[in-house]
């Protein structure tokens, strides 16, 4: 079964009216407003009481592509909360590579997600690091001085503020070159118990990115390793990177009331890994690379999980009007009140990366999605 044409372009259009690139206002800044400098990599959790919870790693200016050396890189991931949308959001909780560190020194700090158990409000946070262990003996004169392997590692509580560091393990790693390095996760609970847990994935030679996926089935403790790309990269706009940062379902209204669940994924993507040139009698366009990501959309049936369709095909959906043009790292939300709410980092005229954010009313969203 497929959804019709005017399905998606319906998908499509909610996802642009969300992530719109001019009515996006800063949430939380980077540190400094110059490039290399942001924050976000993280999502978005409202507890039972109304408190909006949102996650992310501040990331300082450095260059892993040479080594450490040249700046800080990832070092602090933060939760912040907030009564409201409309309320001001402080930091209840945050992690520095020290506290993070575990089973080795931590290099630097990506991406993480939070997962909410709604039933008893206890909460899991995953977070990749790169730790500061070796390549595989095969790969080891691959490997840049004074850079690591990244993993995913989960830390529970049984509220944001009571999440304990002495609870941390590591949930997924790989010892295969071509899946060497693990980050950015993004969890979510299945209708049948189930944890499914997609997270980024990097070649030792760091020349694609993809989507692997775990699964930690209901009762059990640990994630199993069940593929190392739930979403394919394209041809063109997203052919080094395809990383899924968020799952939205749709809910059962309009053109979606009589068909089964299915659920909306916003990913990032990249033409290349290292910024490439472009000739000056072309059109020129934003083409995105590490670091500096497009933004695109694909669909997928709930129960066919992770059979996922991409929307975006030839060009990438979201684009910020500033510098490199860079939109990554959307997390998304329908609050309480029906109301989608969502984040993502853009790229600013400083250069820099804040999270910013934009909110739709639940009736644009039954507008949009209305028969």
Known sequence: MNLETEQINQLRELGIRLIDQHKAKIL???????PGFWFGGG??????????LICGRYRNAGDSTTGTGAGERGLEFSIFAGESTNAAFSKILSFSKQDLAH?????????GCLLQDVQTNKI????STEKKIAYPKALINFQKPGTG???????QGTKAESIDLNSIQTVASSYNGNTLHVKDPVAFNSSNGNT?????NHPFSWSSSNTGLARRTENENTFEHLSDSVLARGNSWDVACSRITERLQIPKIGSFADIPDLSLYFYDGAECLRSLDQNPQAAKRPRGYSCEELGGLAW????EFPNIKPISTEFPLFISPHATGCSRYVSSIFLQNEDLLATWQQAQPDGSQPLVTNQLDKSEVHRILSD
């Open 149 to 155: 392997v990244w993993t995913v590692d989960l830390l």
């Open 43 to 52: 999502n978005i959790v409202q507890e039972s009481n109304g408190r909006i």
């Open 124 to 127: 899991e946070l995953f977070v």
């Open 196 to 200: 499914e847990l997609m997270y980024c």
């Open 103 to 111: 089973s080795s020194e931590i290099v630097s700090i990506e991406g």
């Open 300 to 303: 997928g049936w709930d129960d």
């Open 28 to 34: 939380i800044p980077a540190k400094k407003q110059e």
